[in-house]
């Protein structure tokens, strides 16, 4: 089996793929356990225990769930909205990905529950609530990492669809094909006031606070909980289609969300945070103008100077450094935490523009780290892991 690429799309999934790479991560975090555990012991912060991890199935949800289970041992509850396989058509990594999880979690004694819904709808936090109700968990950590094209929202039943477009002019872009490497431009429309607003819906705070709510209106938060929700700044070279443009809007709005969430949650010593990541291959990245090509110059240079980080790098680190540190988290003026501050170094944003600038189709190999993008592109969808036998028949269920 073979993946199915059209237009930096990966339209098929590689079960045994998706398992590996699940495990290949799960063994990581067992490999970092004694850090974590001596971070928590040093810094005298409690362990989580039990996590909801909202939007987990891949990416930085699933880091932060495999990582909070095989790291510290916690009891986990994910949700997630998958494609489920047919006999002829993979199902979407995450649907292997959360089986494979759920599989490592039961054999390791630790549990686990997962709901394929719409994490978007009243329907899936009251089958949260019922679950946590009938298991008798209290959540001392909500990790929201949702990231979707569309929301429909449950008190209006309207549908809105987030864009990725600049504000108030159009944009031109570079990108590649991550297949045959070929470099081409893209211009994208601005995003009109109705596109903006709707983006926010999608991607803005909303969903979290509502998630934040409904838990601990049914008693369901630990003291001292803390929720956390991911988010991303960027350098110059992509701020016009993303801090600047229509997912700006939306960034903008989770972070003043998570101040109202921390004033929420204050009678219970609670709090709220936005962890501000790194950038990394993920399906939207692949086909974002000038995102692509930033990413794969930014990894080149990341790696030249020692300092590059997976999804899984960077949650470990997340634990160890921020969360578990001594006293207050660390965050910056705005109240974040900045996981990013790697990327923006002066040194990595020297040569990341300097390999940017450099690219063209010709050098492109050379230019960035092209082999370093496709793989984690490919392995996001179970692809070009070792040991697994690609020739082999496939399964899809």
């Known amino acids: 089996m073979t993946p199915m690429i059209r237009g930096n799309i990966c339209l098929n999934a590689h079960p045994a793929g998706c398992e590996a790479m699940v495990d290949s991560w799960i063994a990581r975090a067992i490999a970092s356990r004694p850090a974590a555990l ?22 930085y949800g699933l880091a932060s769930r495999i990582t909070a289970a095989f790291s510290f041992g916690a009891g986990t509850v994910g949700v997630s909205l998958e494609r489920e396989p047919s006999d002829k058509k993979s199902g979407t990594p995450g649907w292997y990905d959360n089986r ?23 329907g899936t936090r009251a089958r949260v609530v019922d679950l946590a109700k009938e298991r008798g968990l209290r959540f001392d950590q909500v990790i929201y990492s949702l990231a979707s094209p569309v929301r429909v929202d449950p008190a209006t039943g309207v549908m809105h669809r987030s ?50 709510k409904a838990l601990s209106e049914a008693g369901l938060l630990a003291p001292g909980c803390v929720t956390l929700a991911y988010s991303y700044i960027g350098p110059e070279h992509t701020s016009k289609i993303y801090r600047a443009g229509a997912i700006g809007r939306a960034k903008e709005h989770l972070e003043r969300t998570a101040g109202a ?87 990595v944003q020297e040569r990341t523009a ?38 082999a028949d496939v399964a899809f269920r």
């Open 261 to 347: 969430l921390s004033a929420y949650l204050a009678p219970i010593g609670g709090s709220a945070m936005v962890a501000v990541n790194k950038a990394v291959v993920t399906r939207a990245s692949a086909v974002i103008p000038v995102v692509a090509l930033y990413v794969a110059a930014l990894f080149k240079a990341m790696k030249e100077l020692g300092l590059h980080e997976d999804c899984l790098d960077q949650i470990a680190r997340l634990y160890r450094d921020r969360l578990l540190a001594r006293g207050p988290v660390p965050v910056d003026a705005e109240g974040r935490i900045r996981m990013d501050d790697w990327e923006m170094r002066d040194d």
């Open 163 to 212: 864009v990725l477009k600049p504000i108030g002019e159009s944009f031109t872009g570079r990108t590649f094909d991550v297949v045959s490497g070929e470099m081409g431009e893209v211009t994208i429309q601005p995003a009109t006031d109705e596109e903006v607003a709707a983006t926010v819906k999608v991607m803005g705070g909303e969903d979290w606070e509502l998630w934040v």
């Open 100 to 122: 494979a999880f759920d599989a490592a979690s039961a054999k390791a004694g630790l549990f686990s529950a997962t709901l394929d819904a719409d994490a978007f709808a009243d």
């Open 38 to 59: 001596a971070a928590a012991k040093d810094s005298g912060k409690p362990i989580p225990k039990t996590v909801l991890v909202i939007g987990c199935s891949t990416g």
């Open 354 to 391: 300097r390999y940017f600038t450099e690219a063209t189709e010709a050098s492109l190999a050379r230019a960035v780290d092209l082999a370093g993008f496709k793989h984690d592109f490919l392995e996001a969808h179970g692809f070009d892991m070792p040991g697994v036998d690609y020739a």
